[in-house]
């Protein structure tokens, strides 16, 4: 019965299993470029020019949190080399400008104090350091620049690395000792993942908030070293780059016909990674083009609701704070997550299913957990919600015990109309998460459909929420 051993024995680390439970979370992009009105720096600004006069980072972790973010990624050095904290390894840092403050401990202890994660972007191009491109001088520095990170300011969840790998202000270039840097991370912050540049996380392959229709979590091992995605990151400062989508070869990383024939799998789940603006970084001219809600919304569902997490990148301003017009957006934006999952109506509805294994029965879906789990028999399903009355829906949330891997392939949503079933939705992964759009319909029924798994699928958590007003 089971199509491929391998498959479903390929499952995600404790510390993938809770990244993804984020879901969603914030980037932060600030440094000398704030004040340059540039997106790439030389590495050449002078400290002096770094002069945020109302910094407060606390004002970026409450903004982040009124969108629904449960966690936050400081650039603490971007390729320009200005590094945001009281480092011993360069005199090219925050302390010696006019700011004074160390940036990461404030933005660290802000979201300490508002409960949700920290995290660190390290940017392995340097263009300031004179050892860039000298080898393992170079790596003993960034070494030690990640220990400084990993080692002061508490716990890290995501330690972010992106591709980009220019020359050096000497004109040459580094090869990085990726081996090395990973070695460091998991000695000194074993439960930080390693997003990007690394085995944990998968960039989504593009900088756009495009996201896959089948966003797979088992994919060949290859995908970790560029061959599929083609670039890990921005390799050039272009807005074209910014706004460029997944290409058609790229679209399907994990599909059963895509596995076939690959020597090694691994669990390696997408992060959707984009900017709430055109720019990476806050440019004036850029205050009036914060993106809208409906496609911040849409590209949530599609990326937290599609298997995927959501990095949303929001710049604090040349004076240090998240600009008005973006404040406005993510409070929008949590107010739509409020009212869009305000209650799940499933507890009070009545719930039947074919086939269940012994111990694995269908009121398990209730509670969110991996210790309880929907399983049946064998590879096809049929799930029943019977509402007590017509009621106006939302979406549906359905989710895998990704503990057991993600088995399901194929699945199909109906519901009743007049007692007779129409077919609203049809799809491929569900895996750790899949919000499933209902847009509204009335129904007094809802009948989900597994067809094809890779062995036994099962369900660890379904939600029916009522459309939000
Ligand atoms: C890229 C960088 O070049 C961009 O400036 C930005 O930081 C993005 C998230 O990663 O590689």
């Keep these: 019965m089971i199509l491929d051993e391998r498959l479903i024995k390929t499952v995600p680390s404790e510390r993938q299993i809770k990244h993804q439970q984020l879901e969603f979370y914030a980037f932060i992009h600030f440094t000398v470029n704030t004040f340059t009105d540039r997106e790439w720096g030389d590495g050449k600004e002078s400290p002096d020019i770094f002069a945020p006069s109302k910094l407060d980072p606390e004002q970026w972790v409450l903004s982040v949190k009124s969108a629904g973010m449960r966690g936050l990624i400081l ?15 360069t005199a090219h840092n925050v302390m010696n400008s006019p700011c004074g403050r160390d940036i990461v401990r404030e933005t660290a202890d802000a979201c300490k104090k508002q409960g949700i994660k920290f995290g660190v972007y390290l940017s392995p191009w340097d263009r300031n350091s004179p050892l860039y491109g000298r080898g393992s001088e ?108 997944v290409n058609a070869r790229d679209s399907d990383l994990g599909s059963r016909d895509i596995l076939r024939g690959e020597e090694r799998l691994i669990w390696y789940p997408a992060e959707v990674n984009t900017s709430i603006r055109p720019g990476w970084f806050w440019h004036e001219s850029e205050n009036d083009k914060v993106r809208p809600l409906a496609e911040l919304a849409d590209i949530y569902m599609k990326s937290v609701g599609g298997n995927a997490t959501f990095l949303l990148n929001v710049p604090p301003t040349n004076e240090g704070l998240i600009h008005e017009n973006d404040v406005k957006r993510l409070y929008e934006l949590g107010g739509f997550l409020r009212r869009t999952f305000a209650e799940n109506i499933l507890p009070s509805t009545a719930l039947s299913c074919e086939n269940a294994a012994g111990g694995h029965g269908i009121e398990n879906v209730l509670e969110d957990s991996y210790d309880s789990f929907f399983m049946p028999t064998s590879p096809r399903t049929e799930v029943t919600l019977t509402f007590g009355k017509p009621e106006k829906l939302g979406c549906l949330v359905l989710k895998e015990n990704i503990r057991m891997s993600q088995r399901i392939e194929s699945f199909a949503v109906e519901v009743r109309e007049n007692g007779v079933f129409r077919r609203v939705y049809s799809g491929t992964v569900v895996g750790y998460k899949r919000i499933v759009p209902l847009g509204g319909v009335v129904t007094d029924c809802i009948r989900i459909s597994i067809s094809d798994s890779r062995t036994q699928p099962t369900l660890s958590f379904i939600g029916a929420y009522r459309q939000g007003q």
């Design 138 to 245: 170079y790596d003993d520095f960034f070494v030690g620049q990640l220990t400084e990170l990993l080692t002061g300011y508490g716990e890290v969840f995501s330690v972010w690395f992106d591709g980009a790998c220019g020359e050096g202000e000497n004109g040459k270039k580094q090869y990085y000792d990726w081996e090395r840097y990973y070695a460091v991370i998991r000695r000194l912050q074993p439960d930080a993942c390693i997003s990007v540049c690394g085995p944990d996380v998968r960039w989504c392959g593009n900088e756009a908030g495009h996201t896959r229709a089948a966003e797979w979590s088992v994919v060949p091992e290859r995908a970790k070293d560029s061959e599929i995605i083609s670039e890990k990151s921005q390799h050039e400062d272009s807005e074209e780059f910014r706004q460029r989508e």
């Design 75 to 89: 650039t603490c050095k971007h390729h320009d080399g200005f590094c945001l904290w009281d480092t011993k390894l």
